[in-house]
Structures are given as structure tokens and as C-alpha cells.
């Protein structure tokens, strides 16, 4: 049986991909694309619907380019998640020797915010928690690297503004930085604008959780 062009090609393709024996790297350039293609996918169709053949064709690779590097759709999204984590892990840390108390703590809500990096994060995230059930696995990825470390992040400032003396010692980090993080996706749902969350949420929170300055006791002249 003849063999299709695009079968051909395929081949052709897979062929050049191989390393020679040399030894010759892998083509970060290509990875990158693949990986990229592989995210907006996630986005536009969520993972069930997500095809390897649709990658491929945004990508511009062939299908054995691309198995050649990850050899189930699994893999390759696990891989295209960590890309995305690697790239934020920066802004999960917070130096707050520059900022007054109130200040650090509105940073640390606005950084809860999940399009602080990625503006597809809502989507992203509604997707695979719309695959809890036949895909856990991708809901608990999303757990560790993209929700612990930024309501952890609150839950850290916090503990700094305890030991400086600004809020109470007995606040509830834990529903604290939950009810921030909640804020967003309830703003996002409700169709409202999520710029204005971290000022708002502290102008609510931080009249309860903040210690008052001690007040001065006067001097009695004799």
C-alpha cells in the first residue's frame, strides 16, 4: 500500500528528530512551542478535549516529533503546568522590609490573585477542576503548585506582622487567607472587576486583625 504524504512526512520528520550519534540535544525552541501550544489547548478546550493532534498543528511539529519527547498527553501537560509554576515561584516570596504592616498585607492578597500571572488562570483552573473526577491527579498538581503557595504566602505575612507587633497573636491565618483567595473567584463569577480585591478585602479585614498602638500614658507634672 502506497504510504500517504502526510505519513511521509511524518517519518521524515521523526527521522530528524532522532539523535544522531553524536548525540545532539534536544531543540528547546521546539519544546517551548510544544509546551506553549499545550497551555493555550488547556485553556480553549480543557484537558478531556484536548488532542495531541491539535498541539502538534499549533506547535508546527508532527505527531512523532512530539511523542518523541512525551509519550502520553498526561505527560506532556504535567510538563506544561511545571513550566507555568517554575515561572511564578518568584512571586511567591515577599520582602517586607520596605512596607508598612497594612501595606504588605494588601501585596500579599493582591498576589492570591491567580491571573497575577497567567490572565488564562480562572479558565485554566475551572477546567481542571471540571476534571476532579475523571482526573484528579491534575487537581492535586494544581493544589501543590498553584493554591498552597499562594494562600501560604498570606498565611507567612501574617506571621511576620504577628512577630512585629502589628495584628493580634490569635487570628486565623488559615480562614483568613482562604476567605482573600475565595474573593477572586467570587469576583470573577459575579462578573466584577478583580483589580480593586486586595484594597477592599484589607479595607474590611484589617480593622479586626490589626493591633491598635499602645496609647501613651501622661506625665503628671508636680
Not at 478531556?48 to 509519550?71: H, N, Q
Not at 505527560?75 to 522590609?97: I, M, N, P
Amino acid at each position: 500500500m502506497a504510504r500517504t504524504r502526510e505519513a511521509a512526512a511524518e517519518e521524515h520528520a521523526a527521522t530528524e528528530d532522532t539523535p544522531r550519534p553524536g548525540g545532539r540535544p534536544r531543540d528547546a525552541a521546539l519544546d517551548e512551542a510544544i509546551i506553549l501550544a499545550t497551555r493555550r489547548r488547556l485553556v480553549l478546550d480543557g484537558y478531556s478535549r484536548m488532542t495531541i493532534g491539535d498541539i502538534a498543528a499549533d506547535a508546527k511539529v508532527s505527531r512523532p516529533t512530539l511523542y518523541r519527547r512525551w509519550s502520553t498527553k498526561f505527560e506532556l501537560t504535567v510538563d506544561a503546568l511545571d513550566y507555568g509554576f517554575r515561572k511564578q515561584r518568584d512571586s511567591y516570596e515577599l520582602d517586607l522590609s520596605g512596607l508598612e504592616p497594612r501595606e504588605a498585607f494588601v501585596e500579599a492578597v493582591h498576589r492570591l490573585d491567580p491571573t497575577y500571572f497567567n490572565p488564562d488562570a480562572m479558565i485554566l483552573m475551572g477546567n481542571f477542576a471540571g476534571e476532579a473526577i475523571r482526573t484528579p491527579e491534575l487537581l492535586e498538581i494544581l493544589r501543590k503548585h498553584a493554591v498552597e503557595p499562594r494562600v501560604e504566602l498570606v498565611e507567612s505575612v501574617l506571621t511576620q506582622l504577628q512577630e512585629r507587633g502589628a495584628v493580634h497573636d490569635d487570628i486565623d491565618k488559615h480562614t483568613i487567607a482562604s476567605m482573600c483567595f475565595g474573593s477572586y473567584f467570587a469576583a470573577f463569577h459575579r462578573g466584577e472587576s478583580m483589580a480593586e480585591i486586595p484594597e477592599a478585602v484589607v479595607s474590611v479585614l484589617w480593622p479586626v486583625i490589626a493591633k491598635k498602638p499602645a496609647a501613651r500614658r501622661r506625665t503628671t507634672k508636680h
